[in-house]
């Protein structure tokens, strides 16, 4: 098992650029999740989902976009890059709700937005 | 909704010695509470998690955490630390009734004298 992967590792944007942050799991998990990970902050939720076709925001949504179109992708989009978005980003996955459950984490990706 | 805070921006201890990292929360009912471990570079790792039960939880690693209801707390520790403990620690929190979505504290650095 791979558990959960993300690319890419790093990424460099100018302001006003998209991309999107792929994540990717292979443990059949229906609940997956976006953190952004910044200084003194923790991680705080963007996005998640509790299943294929099913997303829903989280505490700090605006500016990112999900969709979940199979169990194992739950990829995260910037539609216009801002720094404020500089951050690192982490996607998790789990079973069960990750408040009831061991919630797996991918690497990161280190996000720098100019 | 949940709250959880972590009082200590950073701890510094020496090898060997024990090691306590505060957590407290505030909700209202009993809480389901977890505590991750994230070396450099790395994504998150579960060390141990509280659902019900015994209140004094067992880990991997060697840590362990307790919750004491009156005090609002879930602190972890571990009798003797290792220069590989050096790490961020994570206290996450989530309601027992509802969405089940976790709430992280800001994390706590732990440095590793030896």
């Known amino acids: 098992n791979a558990g959960v992967t993300q690319t890419p590792k790093f990424q460099v944007l100018k302001t006003g650029q998209s991309m999107t942050l792929q994540c990717a799991q292979d443990?059949?998990?229906?609940?997956m999740s976006w953190y952004r990970q910044d200084p003194g902050m923790g991680l705080r939720l963007i996005h998640y989902s509790v299943g294929a076709g099913i997303t829903d925001q989280g505490e700090v949504p605006n500016g990112y976009n999900v969709s979940r179109s199979t169990t194992e992708d739950f990829p995260l989009r910037l539609l216009s890059a801002a720094p404020s978005q500089t951050s690192v980003y982490f996607c998790?996955?789990?079973?069960?709700?990750?408040?009831?459950?061991?919630?797996?984490f991918g690497p990161g990706t280190r996000l720098t937005v100019l | 909704a949940q709250s959880v805070t972590q009082p200590d921006i950073h701890i510094t201890v020496s090898e060997g010695a024990s090691l306590e990292l505060r957590c407290n929360y505030s909700?209202?009912?009993?809480?389901?509470l977890f505590w991750y471990v994230q070396s450099p570079g790395q994504g998150l790792q579960l060390l141990l998690k509280?659902?019900?039960?015994?209140?004094l939880v067992q880990g991997i690693k060697g840590f362990e955490a307790e919750f004491k209801r009156s005090q609002s707390s879930f602190n972890l520790r571990k009798p003797s630390v290792h220069w590989s403990d050096a790490a961020e620690y994570f206290c996450a929190v989530a309601a027992s009734g509802g969405s089940y979505i976790p709430t992280f504290g800001r994390g706590t650095s732990l440095i590793v004298h030896p």
């Open positions: 509280y659902f019900s039960g015994d209140t």
């Open positions: 909700y209202g009912a009993t809480p389901y």
């Open positions: 998790a996955s789990s079973q069960l709700p990750g408040g009831t459950d061991t919630q797996y």
């Open positions: 443990m059949n998990h229906e609940y």
